[in-house]
């Protein structure tokens, strides 16, 4: 795989820089969704099987901020970000008949999350000895969400599935940090 990375810093005062980013990421499946139940075993209900076809999760990320000091030793900073998350791992279900059903892991979800931080430090000098950081960060997650019986049917019928943006689950619309 190819991870184009791009990050550029530019000064606009001498205490005041706009900072961007730009990259592809990839991330290998946990070795568990490879090789669930290797030797195939069918046990009663509906078993789970690896899949060792898996492509890895692929992330593309833009980052724009601006960081100003206000002090020597008191900073802030803004950074607005988006990542467009493909190839995310989903559970299939396959029926073998009737009722006779199992699962198998697919690339097939996606998601986006879009965000927005913001964080105000200040260092601890040798006449201040405190310092701290606090940072807020407000984003949204959002990804398709299929049903399992979906799947099956889209296949058998030949079309795509239709896919429905819902809140993903690590999802933390706000989220305060300090030091």
Do not use: C
């Amino acid at each position: 795989q190819i991870s184009p990375r791009l990050g550029v810093s530019f000064p606009i005062t001498d205490q005041g820089i706009i900072h961007f980013s730009y990259g592809h990421f990839y991330q290998l499946p946990s070795l568990s969704y490879l090789y669930t139940n290797p030797e195939f075993k069918y046990a009663v209900g509906s078993p789970t099987y690896g899949n060792a076809n898996l492509n890895p999760e692929r992330t593309v990320t833009y980052e724009i901020g601006l960081q100003q000091g206000l002090s020597d030793n008191v900073a802030f900073n803004v950074t607005g970000y988006y990542k467009d998350v493909r190839d995310l791992l989903a559970s299939q279900q396959v029926r073998i008949s009737g009722t006779q059903t199992y699962y198998t892991f697919v690339n097939k979800d996606y998601g986006n999350i879009k965000g927005l931080i913001l964080s105000f430090t200040k260092r601890k000098t040798m006449d201040d000895l405190w310092g701290f950081t606090l940072d807020y960060t407000y984003q949204v997650s959002e990804g398709n969400d299929v049903n399992s019986d979906a799947f099956f049917l889209d296949l058998s019928s030949g079309r795509q599935s239709e896919k429905v943006p819902v809140l993903l689950d690590w999802d933390k619309s706000h989220q305060i940090n300090s030091t």
